[in-house]
């Protein structure tokens, strides 16, 4: 398993991604190799801080001359900048060299790069970011989460498809239930593009042989409360349900905090009780989750925050491992061919 | 001060209007008559359950033969049956009997109707809902949450004056903040209907005397983490972030629940700890809010969720009593009125 990490990715790289890569190394031992891509001065001279010893076998570094920031334009921004971090890793996994991406850098950059240099898997018209929301029954996965930001209904039916093959042969789900996000749940509720989603939707369940079971409009407690495994949604309203949800959890951990030091007595109430913030925290993270998989490009690419932490990133690089681990492509590839046929 | 209160609206109708109409009375005293707008024989039949004396002359019951569903189309609907508990209760606003409106009840249907019967405000091309978010500061109003889901540009410019208007009269600000929701900060991010937005309002503070601040996009910890007193969007995305962030908070206290319960020492810790739950709880519920104002309409309309509580109800009669003593609508027309002159 060889697994290339955009070192200059993210609003504090690269030092957390040099410590991301150090404990991915500890922790997942399948992986041989992690390409270091990006400035190698920059690499030499933070990796003694991280404890990361580049004399380490399964390192490389893989100079990068270029950095693509995170306010740069993505799609414009990567054809020009050719010796950038993003699009050298993004090289190495076209070259067959690394088996997966992983960058907590400009989107834009990624999802255009993935799209230039991987190219789409026949059949699919638009990549989608598939993030997980944790629930009682797993995870909901948004997709999209900010790969195409004005989508068709169409995408989202590839995202549906796409999504469902993910749940199945990912997370094990055997008939997935997918639902598209909506501002009421009766099936009349919503925008022109998301009715038109609907429409286009159950048509295909109605016509084809749906790999997955259509639930119409859903709303934002379906994401915790049910039995959902793909909440479809252009990349804009994903993104944003995304980033509110996750603002949501931690102004809460927040409070909890402020509330259970406002005392002597709560605090030792807290301490007793420690075990539960720290489930608390472990689920609700988004560190947790660490990286989305861009679906729908030939190879792996792992979109992470751009405000990942190390641990965030390590988490990343596992669901990178995971991803190829459990053939993501092949499964979305078959699931295609099968409806074809 | 005279309030209509939709008894017919909501899941939980007519128990839990009841219930929140009893306590509004015990705890608003400035409430000197409360229309009980609904059917009559189930008011009369459930109204002892909830200890509600039909007898106090503070309580006035308007009898409603109909009642609009929560799945009906509401602007169709609203047209159609003129004798339903939105219809009368809207009808008691508009000939000046009472002085706010509350409903927990189809949104749509309050919107149109409040539009039709109350009329815009002069200069208001849409209204919208304004639905607070707590935070460090205060609180964030997404504006808008659900009123017009495909809005314009330029209601959004609209949005963003009302907004402003109802953060200084109101909330007290000097100079509200106002910022767009978009799925990045950046000023190039966004929707062709974000850009397009961020256009018009940029212009609009640089050649008019804006009275807010404009902080270009924001994103979903900003409405947490910010000094963010107004965050625009189309009601389709304040409708789904709103839901998104409640479904969040929910989950979130479902989790720390389950995680404080799970062990003997957990619970006991939890139990010295309970206030912090309580502040919490008080802190992050939709509840403690109940209900979001409806700007733009003639007259004060306060939209509470679907699935309210009594609690829920009381407060939502509470936002009503207060937005009817800071004459929110009075604080609108005069910011129209300046930037006119």
Redesign the interface.
Known sequence: MKVALDVMGGDRAPAVNLAGAKDALACYPSIEKLFLVGDQGAIEAEAPTHGLDLKDPRLEIIHAAEVIS??E?GATTIRRKKQSSISLALDLVKAGRADAFVSAGNTGACVAGAQIKLRLIPGIERPGIASALP?EFGACHLLDA?AN??AKPSHLLGYAIMGSAFATGVMGVKRPKVGI????E?D?K???F?KDTFKLIKEFTETSKAPFEFLGNV???????SELDVCLCD???G???????????????K??KA??T??P?????????????A??KE??SAESYGGSPLLGVNGVVIIAHGGSSALAIRNAIRVGVESVNHQVNLHISETLERLKG
């Not at 996000?181 to 009421?184: A, E, I, L, R, Y």
């Not at 709303?219 to 409360?225: A, T, Y």
């Not at 007595?265 to 913030?277: Q, T, W």
């Open positions: 995170m306010c334009p629930n900010g930001p004005e996000m909506s501002n009421g009766e009349e919503g925008t022109a998301t709303e934002g407690h379906d994401l915790f409360e990349g804009f309203t993104n944003v349900v995304l980033k509110s949800c996750e603002a949501t959890a931690k102004a809460m951990s409070w909890l509330s259970l406002a005392s007595v709560r605090k030792m109430g807290a301490l007793i009780a420690k075990g539960a913030f489930e608390l689920r609700a």
